[in-house]
């Protein structure tokens, strides 16, 4: 018998509120606020509270799928990256870089955001970058 | 009194008498439910006093039913206050837990917290230590009563618009065991309307409250916009009290509402 409780973060949203995911025999089978997290002093809203239930979910993305004749394949990293960045360079192309615009995340760190509104302008070479919120 | 607890929990773990203790733990900087099964990990035990008296206390006896489920031949020791131990005894009538496998070890609550929490018996009896603190009167209640019908629908009514609906407050209910939820039956709570049906949403889980809340707050502390539960369900509890003359935790024997036990 093995339980435990891990404190983490929520992966949500941007708030960052913190909980313990419960852990029995290796599964996770609840999630219970940190009480003593300044952050969100033992509250969560209804998608915090049931992290247990959609990171195991069957439903849950595992790999990258790349869409074909109307239907989703499962492929690797290596070639769904390969597959977006030839398009991305088509479509700026043919149209332009201010045809392409970035969303970055709040969930994601700062420094991974940096990278991304980087990557719109100095890459991409448009000032297309907006917060996830916007979508 | 950690002290106390500690020496118990050693005595338990060493003698065998149970598989682990259900209790909390001082974990990166925080207060985290936690299973003990070594002795060398008690030194990380606390009662749950972070700032202030109580202010880290979590749904153990929820934990604790998790693992009985899981193991349902094992017997465990639990962490308990006064509330706590009204939790396992109603538990027991309900049962979800059996008091062969459990083993209650009680702290009681200092003055500050029973004052606080409107608490008739701020002490378990299976405890550590002596009571340090008498019953306390619900002062909210008393507050909430003394107002006109109409200025308490109104007020209720307020509190109740502010819900966001995260079932937190089931969700944290120790008492809460049910494998289907009326709050999750399409007929009753619509999926996906925001914000709920008001006062449904919070009567439904009220009248469900009635004679199974051992009032212990942790509701209250995890609603997210402060609505007042505990005051609610305070009232409801008196009202079975009055008509049935039962109050969940207390009085042992079976449930006037649990009807599946009727012969
Ligand atoms: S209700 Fe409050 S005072 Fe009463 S036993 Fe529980 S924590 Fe202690
Ligand atoms: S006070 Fe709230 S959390 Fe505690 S038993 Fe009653 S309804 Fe459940
Ligand atoms: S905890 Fe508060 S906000 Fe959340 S569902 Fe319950 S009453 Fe509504």
Redesign the interface.
Known sequence: MEFKTVLTVCPYCGCGCNFYLEVLDGKVIGTIPCKTSPVNEGKLCIKGWNVHEFIQDPDRLTMPLIRENGSFREAGWDEALDLVASKLKKIKEQHGPDSIGLFASAKITNEENYVIQKFARAVIGTNNVDHCARL | MIEKVIERVKELLEGGEI??FVGLCN?????????F?EVAELDHLVVGD?QNPG?????LN??LI??YR??PE?KFGVLVRGCDERGLNDLYVWNQLTPKNVVAVGIPCPQELADACGCPKPYPDNSVAEPIAEGAEAQDLIRMEALGVKERFTQWMEVFSKC?????CR??CPMCFCKECSLELDELIPRGEMPPEIPIFHLVRAVHMAGRCIDCGLCN????VDIPLRTLYKKVGDIVYRKFNYRPGFDKGKSPLNVLENK
Do not use: Q, V
């Open positions: 598989k682990g974990k990166n900087g925080h207060t985290a439910p936690y299973l099964t972070f202010d880290a206390r979590y749904p929820k934990l998790d693992l899981a193991y094992e966001i609906k995260c079932y937190g969700d944290i502390e995890a609603c997210p």
